[in-house]
């Protein structure tokens, strides 16, 4: 058999868009919606903070709690439908991606009991960004180069929040710069990449 | 084309060995490149640490030479053994040891960040914060590599210096040299006996 | 039904085969390191691997790294095939004898 270089490169061509839209179908199914779920809660606390201070630990409790319960039923429902089609190695791959986040807040635990911060301020942007360091992380282990942008990009922008915003309006930059990429890139990658 | 039972017998078996042989070579090989660059740090993170517990007026040299130390022989084993020499190579191995590059790259940046972020930190303190993100590179790689030996060990040595930076201060130097030196030490050498 | 191979059924080349199909279909192996494995000389590894890319079953890559010339194998799709049906092959003997 005998192709042109013509047909090679359209064939070459058609692989490569096929591989581009099946990276794109799996971020919009497994990573959308915890990314729709976490940019809410970071914008709604956020804001909550900048105009409730007093209510703060009320408020980020409330947020949290609800938003590992909406995590627990999103990873609950992907599994049940992906579990079966999958081979015991995947399944155990799925397994390893899951112990990632308690392992990872477990160090952040440790580093904030080392470390001590001393303000409130500093402890979110120490939060925000080991958040988005885990994202980075999450990002190279599954090739997710959208994953990894994003973590740097609401890391520069906590950074800038906590050195070039003034204090009194860091939770409303953190609301607009932190939790709207996170909640724009969810819905993005949601509606845009089925 | 003609073959006779014992013919067909004894093909089928040199294909069985010569798979078998083939993967375990394969593994091995990786094994051995992997691990000589964690007996390297190790020595070098055992040796380093413990000279700074009995010198901790040159604390701060030790340290930067420790850390030109291992980013020079880190370069020297990508440059001499990196993927470029290893005995299998494909799209997805390279793939992989960008990925894995990139992560200990950008942890550097990060842990810059957040020693600037929670200001004033005492040394002390930056030196188990330092040590324990280590130790946290080490556990995620272990998931990342499905291996829980270097998981359950990157765990232990967290926990020693936690320990060691709560009960026993004076000592962490020493201790992180024994527990973290140790543990690279360890890891490199049960890699390569797991897979000689 | 599937059938012997005559390319592949030669002891060396089945060896090479063999080892080839052990890894993923996008790895490749060092000409040394496969030559050490098999334990062969230059000219018989070369030889056979020529034998090999001729019916289409291994690639050969020559390349360069850090300025010396290094030479990579694979097995192409064609290879990964021709090896399974004359195992297949291979198996249906032993069947068919009753072993």
Request: aromatic share 14%; glycine share 8%.
């Amino acid at each position: 058999m005998s192709i042109s270089n013509e047909n090679a490169a359209e064939s070459l061509a058609a692989v490569e868009d096929t591989i581009s839209r099946t990276r794109k179908a799996i971020a919009s199914t497994y990573e959308s919606p915890f990314l729709i779920v976490w940019g809410v809660v970071w914008v709604s606390g956020f804001l909550g903070t900048h105009f409730f201070l007093q209510w703060v630990n009320w408020i980020w409790g409330f947020l949290c709690t609800v938003g590992a319960a909406a995590t627990a039923v999103i990873c609950w429902r992907q599994f049940r439908v992906w579990a079966p089609t999958k081979t015991a190695g995947e399944r155990r791959m799925g397994l390893r991606t899951s112990l990632f986040w308690p392992l990872f807040f477990l160090y952040a635990f440790v580093w904030l009991s080392i470390m001590e911060p001393h303000s409130g301020i500093q402890m979110n942007a120490f939060l925000c960004t080991a958040v988005m360091f885990a994202y980075v992380v999450i990002g190279l282990w599954f090739d997710s180069w959208i994953m990894v942008f994003l973590g740097l990009g609401v890391t520069a922008s906590t950074l800038a929040g906590l050195y070039l915003i003034p204090p009194a309006y860091y939770c409303l930059w953190m609301a607009l710069a932190g939790g709207g990429p996170l909640l724009v890139t969810g819905l993005y990658i949601g509606l845009r990449w089925k | 084309m003609n073959v006779s039972t014992e013919e067909a017998k004894e093909s089928l078996s040199v294909v069985q060995v010569t798979n078998e042989r083939m993967h375990r070579g394969v593994a091995s090989a990786q094994a051995r490149y992997s691990s000589d660059l964690l007996v390297l740090w190790g020595l070098i993170w055992l040796a380093g640490l413990a000279l700074v517990q009995f010198h901790r007026e040159r604390a701060v040299y030790i340290l930067a030479g420790l850390g030109a130390g291992a980013l020079v022989t880190t370069v020297l084993w990508i440059w001499r053994r990196g993927p470029k020499q290893a005995v299998v190579r494909s799209d997805a191995s390279r793939k992989t040891f960008r990925r894995v590059f990139w992560f200990w790259v950008i942890l550097n940046p990060y842990a810059f960040a957040w020693i600037l972020l929670l200001a004033p930190l005492d040394a002390l303190q930056v030196f188990a914060f330092m040590c324990t993100l280590a130790m946290f590179g080490f556990s995620v790689l272990g998931l990342w590599f499905n291996s829980p030996f270097v998981v359950v060990l990157g765990l232990t040595v967290t926990a020693a210096i936690v320990l060691g930076y709560l009960l026993s201060p004076a000592w962490l130097y020493l201790l992180a040299a024994l527990a973290g030196g140790g543990t690279m030490l360890t890891t490199g050498i049960h890699m390569r006996i797991r897979w000689r | 039904m599937s059938e012997l191979n005559g390319v592949i059924h030669q002891p060396v080349r089945l060896r090479i085969m063999a080892s080839l199909v052990a890894l993923d279909k996008d790895e490749q192996v060092d000409f040394t390191y496969l030559r050490r494995l098999l334990k062969l000389t230059d000219g018989n590894l070369g030889a056979h691997l020529a034998r090999l890319e001729a019916a289409g079953y291994i690639k050969i890559e020559k390349t360069f790294v850090a300025r010396k010339p290094r030479t990579y194998v694979r097995a192409t799709g064609k290879g990964h095939d021709a090896l399974h049906g004359h195992i297949a092959a291979l198996e249906q003997i032993l069947r068919g004898s009753g072993k």
